[in-house]
Structures are given as C-alpha cells and as structure tokens.
C-alpha cells in the first residue's frame, strides 16, 4: 500500500469520528428524554445509553491513537530506505497495541462527551425534580422566564448558537464552530485563545476546556418550536 492510500485512509477514519460524535450527541438526548420521563423504569435505559456512550468514547479514542501512531510511524518510514515499508504494518500494530492497552475506564469518563452525558443527565434530573413541586400552569410560566432569560447568542458569530459548548474554566457559553475556529487561527498565529465574552479574564481557552452542553441547546430548540407556533 502506498503512503499516498494510507493518508486517505486516515482522512476517511476522522470522517467516521464526526459521524461518532453525531451519534454521541443522539444517545444523550435519548438518555435526557429518558431521564425526564420521569419513571423508574427508565433508568435501566439511562445507563445503557451511558454504556454506549462510553462504548463510543473508546471507539474515538482507537481511532486517534491509531491516526497518531500511523502519523508517527509513516513519517519515520519516509527518512529512511525503501525496505522499511515492508514493516510498517508490524510497526503500526505493535504501537497501536501498546497504546490501546494503556487505555483505562478513567480516560474514558473523562472524555469530553462522556462528561457533557453525565452533565447533562444531571440536569435533566435536578429539572424533573424541581418541576414535580410545581403544578402545570406554574411550570409553564417558569419554563418562559427561563428561556426568555438565557442567551443564546454566541459572543463570536452574534447569532443564535447552534452547537452551544460550555467553556468548564469560566462557564461562559459559545459556538462550537466558531470557539474552535477561533482556537485554531490562534494556533496558527502562536498565540493563546482569548474568551470572547467581553470582560472575562480567562486569557487561555482550550479546546480540552469545552463541554457540550446538551441542556442548552434542547433549550434553544425549544425556543424555536415555541417561536414557529406563534
């Protein structure tokens, strides 16, 4: 196989990695659908999502290990002689055991989306809990100042978030396309990631620091079915 056929193998493995984390973000709103419904035979099926979700979080980690150690063992390969490429495989299997072995339940819960899960079904819960002490009409009044009273606005595009990701160091809230981008153009520039939130003084915003926030965005959906009615 040629170098050329192993890097369009590894794009087409981080093309699966985004479809993983699409599936991860369907499992936690099952989960917090789940967790509303406010039954307690429900929570059998809350922890099978978090069983599956943990499955996925390992199924994302393989595949950055394997990228990484193909990355790292290619560009090896490519300073030396042509007869290298004959072990290349062994190479890869052997770093890429060494590293999946290494991977242990705790990396797994803390992997970012394995974290939003557990937030977000904690949420969910404390909501139901707070909801049961109320009667329906004041349910509905609360759920109206809350939603009037959250910004949904990304600090960086001005517009309505989509993707909303909660950053974990000052709590405040962006895009996930657009803090990403914005990490990355740093980066690129070797410099640090301002929080854009006017006044915050965290100097220092990493992609490890972001959560999604699966709570905020059923709120913004919410807002818009509520809005599409009217």
């Given at each position: 196989?040629?170098?050329?056929?192993?890097?369009?193998?590894?794009?087409?493995?981080?093309?699966?990695?985004?479809?993983?984390?699409?599936?991860?973000?369907?499992?936690?709103?099952?989960?917090?659908?789940?967790?509303?419904?406010?039954?307690?035979?429900?929570?059998?099926?809350?922890?099978?999502?978090?069983?599956?979700?943990?499955?996925?979080?390992?199924?994302?980690?393989?595949?950055?290990?394997?990228?990484?150690?193909?990355?790292?063992?290619?560009?090896?390969?490519?300073?030396?002689?042509?007869?290298?490429?004959?072990?290349?495989?062994?190479?890869?299997?052997?770093q890429f055991t060494e590293r999946t072995a290494r991977l242990s339940?705790?990396?797994?819960?803390?992997?970012?989306?394995?974290?939003?899960?557990?937030?977000?079904?904690?949420?969910?819960?404390?909501?139901?809990?707070?909801?049961?002490?109320?009667?329906?009409?004041?349910?509905?009044?609360?759920?109206?100042?809350?939603?009037?009273?959250?910004?949904?606005?990304?600090?960086?595009?001005?517009?309505?978030?989509?993707?909303?990701?909660?950053?974990?160091?000052?709590?405040?809230?962006?895009?996930?396309?657009?803090?990403?981008?914005?990490?990355?153009?740093?980066?690129?520039?070797?410099?640090?990631?301002?929080?854009?939130?006017?006044?915050?003084?965290?100097?220092?915003?990493?992609?490890?620091?972001?959560?999604?926030?699966?709570?905020?965005?059923?709120?913004?959906?919410?807002?818009?079915?509520?809005?599409?009615?009217?």
């Amino acid at each position: 196989m040629s170098l050329s056929a192993v890097h369009g193998t590894l794009t087409s493995l981080k093309s699966c990695q985004v479809d993983i984390g699409t599936g991860m973000d369907i499992v936690t709103d099952v989960a917090m659908d789940l967790a509303e419904a406010q039954d307690e035979e429900v929570n059998p099926g809350v922890k099978e999502m978090e069983t599956m979700i943990l499955e996925c979080a390992r199924l994302d980690r393989e595949i950055n290990y394997f990228v990484d150690v193909v990355q790292q063992v290619t560009a090896e390969v490519t300073t030396q002689q042509p007869e290298a490429m004959f072990s290349l495989s062994a190479k890869v299997k052997e770093q890429f055991t060494e590293r999946t072995a290494r991977l242990s339940d705790a990396d797994l819960h803390r992997h970012q989306k394995v974290v939003a899960f557990k937030d977000s079904i904690k949420n969910s819960l404390n909501q139901v809990s707070q909801e049961s002490a109320e009667n329906l009409e004041e349910l509905d009044e609360d759920i109206a100042v809350t939603l009037s009273q959250v910004n949904f606005t990304c600090p960086l595009t001005q517009v309505e978030m989509v993707n909303p990701v909660k950053n974990k160091k000052c709590n405040h809230h962006y895009d996930e396309g657009a803090i990403l981008g914005l990490i990355k153009t740093r980066q690129s520039q070797k410099k640090k990631c301002r929080c854009p939130v006017v006044g915050c003084g965290n100097a220092d915003v990493r992609e490890s620091d972001l959560i999604p926030d699966q709570m905020l965005r059923r709120k913004i959906q919410s807002q818009k079915r509520n809005n599409n009615r009217t």
